[in-house]
C-alpha cells in the first residue's frame, strides 16, 4: 500500500549538482547517502545553498570509524561519522538543531560481529536477524539511553534567516 504525499509536499529525487543553487527547498534529507560521497563537505554546501531560509537539513549515516569494515568499502562507504566529524561537515551557516545516535542494539551487533565473529560482510541471516529483531528492539531502547549510542547517527540543522 503506497500512501501519498499531502498535496502541498512535492517529493523531487536527485543530486545537488541536478539544481541552480538558489533557495529553493523547505527541507533536505540525506538517508544513508553522505558516507557514499567522497567530497561531503562540498556537497552539504550546495545543499545549505538550495536551501530557503527555515529549512531543515537532515542526514542520517553510519556512526564510528572504527566500526569500518571491508563491508563499508564494498558498498561504496569513504567514511563512518562520529558527532563531532558530523558537525565539521556541516556548513556553519546551519545551526545544529538536534544530533543523536540511533539503533543501540545493533552497535552491539556490529561489534559482536566485528570483533568476536571476524566477519567482514553480514550474512542475509545476520541482515535479517537486525531487521527483525534488533532495529524494533533499539527503537524502543534507544530514548531510555537518552540516545546516547548506536551504529547510525541523525542530525537536523536549520537554515538561519
Given at each position: 500500500m503506497r500512501k501519498e504525499l499531502p498535496e502541498k509536499c512535492r517529493l523531487k529525487i536527485g543530486t545537488t549538482n541536478d539544481y541552480e543553487v538558489t533557495p529553493q527547498f523547505d527541507s533536505i534529507i540525506y538517508i544513508d547517502v553522505i558516507e557514499h560521497i567522497e567530497n561531503d563537505q562540498e556537497e552539504l554546501l550546495r545543499a545549505s545553498g538550495l536551501l530557503r531560509?527555515?529549512?531543515?537539513?537532515v542526514i542520517l549515516v553510519p556512526a564510528h570509524q572504527w566500526l569500518f569494515s571491508p563491508f563499508d568499502a564494498a558498498i561504496g562507504h569513504y567514511r563512518r561519522y562520529s558527532k563531532q566529524r558530523l558537525k565539521r561537515?556541516?556548513?556553519a551557516d546551519l545551526q545544529l538543531q538536534k544530533i543523536n545516535y540511533m539503533d543501540?542494539?545493533?552497535l552491539f551487533a556490529s561489534l559482536t560481529n566485528k570483533f568476536f565473529l571476524r566477519k567482514s560482510y553480514p550474512t542475509i541471516e545476520q541482515v535479517k536477524f537486525w531487521d527483525n529483531y534488533i532495529v524494533p528492539v533499539s527503537k524502543i531502547a534507544d530514548p531510555f539511553l537518552f540516545f546516547s549510542t548506536g551504529k547510525s547517527l541523525i542530525g537536523v540543522w536549520k537554515k538561519q534567516k
Open positions: 531560509p527555515g529549512g531543515h537539513l561537515t556541516v556548513p543501540c542494539f545493533g
